[in-house]
């Protein structure tokens, strides 16, 4: 199967965590996000997260996690500087899990276009350009990126008037953001330290996905919103398609890879549904039909995570990403521009 062959394989199934910056106050002049946005995240989204966090996640756990767990909080500084899309970090010593708000605001922006791109019947590989454009471009006239729903030049109050998009990407957005907590809750659950060994660390990410996992079996409901998350953040990390040679990336990311590849957490997101589909379905109205469906879910994650990190994809994303500008994203959806 050629590059673009693989591309279109990988847009249909898309169809279906960091080191920490600096939190902060004075916004990045590179962030996408003015104050009056982080306003509005202030006053309607950051209790919800933390709503999500104890109410949700922790009390779902045995009653000894929970007391255990009790005293995690949940800070929402509003901006990091530098920006970074995805950041959301950990101190397992401070017993706190940080959601900056302009990655709750872009990770909600990011599902938003993608949900909407995809019931206009448009190509929503463009939403993965944009991302990675975000880390192989500067700036548009060299002030600020961007952010999603301004680069495809779309309105925010349009696209959530129309309930489908709203609901579907609602939806997305609650699963990807209980997944983050559930994974940072991990980290501070199982006192995971910052070490320099990149082997190491990338064990403990396991570790922490693997822990997210555990909660959303508890609560029966797959984590949906992890799909379109990892598959941006993997387009914005540098990958093989940005090396000489992917022995290069290889070599390189074995000894500074902090982080398991975005394809393989995916995998393992579909191998964990896989095996415990019956747990998954059991909230729904038909159990036995919905495990079938959660079958095939399982096989989406997984060949979703074999697609993101292909070498052939990987290159095309790339060059696709410094080859594109800022401008023609506005056009590849004409749609949603009527």
């Given at each position: 199967?050629?590059?673009?062959?693989?591309?279109?394989?990988?847009?249909?199934?898309?169809?279906?965590?960091?080191?920490?910056?600096?939190?902060?106050?004075?916004?990045?002049?590179?962030?996408?996000?003015?104050?009056?946005?982080?306003?509005?995240?202030?006053?309607?989204?950051?209790?919800?997260?933390?709503?999500?966090?104890?109410?949700?996640?922790?009390?779902?756990?045995?009653?000894?996690?929970?007391?255990?767990?009790?005293?995690?909080?949940?800070?929402?500084?509003?901006?990091?500087?530098?920006?970074?899309?995805?950041?959301?970090?950990?101190?397992?010593?401070?017993?706190?899990?940080?959601?900056?708000?302009?990655?709750?605001?872009?990770?909600?922006?990011?599902?938003?276009?993608?949900?909407?791109?995809?019931k206009a019947g448009c190509d929503i590989r463009w939403v993965g350009t944009y991302a990675g454009m975000l880390?192989?471009?500067?700036?548009?006239?060299?002030?600020?990126?961007?952010?999603?729903?301004?680069?495809?030049?779309?309105?925010?109050?349009?696209?959530?008037?129309?309930?489908?998009?709203?609901?579907?990407?609602?939806?997305?957005?609650?699963?990807?953001?209980?997944?983050?907590?559930?994974?940072?809750?991990?980290?501070?659950?199982?006192?995971?330290?910052?070490?320099?060994?990149?082997?190491?660390?990338?064990?403990?990410?396991?570790?922490?996905?693997?822990?997210?996992?555990?909660?959303?079996?508890?609560?029966?409901?797959?984590?949906?919103?992890?799909?379109?998350?990892?598959?941006?953040?993997?387009?914005?990390?540098?990958?093989?398609?940005?090396?000489?040679?992917?022995?290069a990336f290889e070599a390189s990311f074995a000894e500074t890879g902090t982080h398991p590849l975005d394809g393989?957490?995916?995998?393992?997101?579909?191998?964990?549904?896989?095996?415990?589909?019956?747990?998954?379905?059991?909230?729904?109205?038909?159990?036995?039909?919905?495990?079938?469906?959660?079958?095939?879910?399982?096989?989406?994650?997984?060949?979703?995570?074999?697609?993101?990190?292909?070498?052939?994809?990987?290159?095309?994303?790339?060059?696709?990403?410094?080859?594109?500008?800022?401008?023609?994203?506005?056009?590849?959806?004409?749609?949603?521009?009527?």
């Amino acid at each position: 199967m050629g590059a673009w062959a693989k591309s279109v394989a990988f847009a249909l199934f898309v169809g279906l965590f960091l080191v920490a910056p600096a939190s902060a106050q004075t916004a990045d002049p590179r962030s996408p996000y003015t104050e009056a946005d982080i306003d509005r995240v202030e006053a309607r989204s950051v209790e919800n997260v933390r709503g999500v966090l104890h109410d949700n996640l922790i009390a779902a756990l045995p009653r000894g996690e929970r007391v255990a767990l009790s005293d995690v909080r949940l800070e929402a500084p509003r901006r990091t500087n530098p920006w970074r899309p995805f950041a959301v970090w950990s101190d397992s010593r401070e017993r706190t899990i940080v959601f900056p708000m302009e990655t709750i605001r872009f990770i909600d922006d990011i599902i938003t276009v993608m949900v909407a791109l995809n019931k206009a019947g448009c190509d929503i590989r463009w939403v993965g350009t944009y991302a990675g454009m975000l880390t192989r471009r500067d700036p548009p006239d060299g002030g600020r990126y961007p952010n999603p729903i301004e680069a495809f030049g779309l309105d925010r109050a349009a696209l959530l008037a129309d309930p489908t998009i709203d609901m579907f990407s609602g939806l997305q957005l609650k699963t990807a953001v209980a997944f983050v907590l559930g994974h940072e809750l991990g980290h501070v659950a199982l006192a995971h330290r910052v070490i320099g060994d990149a082997d190491a660390s990338r064990r403990r990410e396991r570790e922490a996905d693997a822990y997210a996992l555990r909660i959303h079996r508890l609560l029966g409901a797959p984590p949906l919103g992890a799909a379109p998350m990892f598959t941006m953040m993997g387009h914005t990390y540098l990958g093989s398609g940005d090396y000489p040679s992917v022995a290069a990336f290889e070599a390189s990311f074995a000894e500074t890879g902090t982080h398991p590849l975005d394809g393989e957490r995916l995998r393992a997101i579909g191998d964990a549904i896989a095996d415990d589909a019956v747990l998954y379905a059991r909230n729904e109205p038909d159990p036995a039909r919905a495990q079938g469906d959660m079958v095939d879910l399982a096989n989406n994650f997984r060949t979703l995570g074999r697609l993101l990190d292909d070498p052939d994809i990987r290159l095309l994303q790339a060059d696709t990403a410094r080859s594109t500008h800022w401008d023609e994203l506005k056009s590849v959806c004409p749609a949603l521009a009527q």
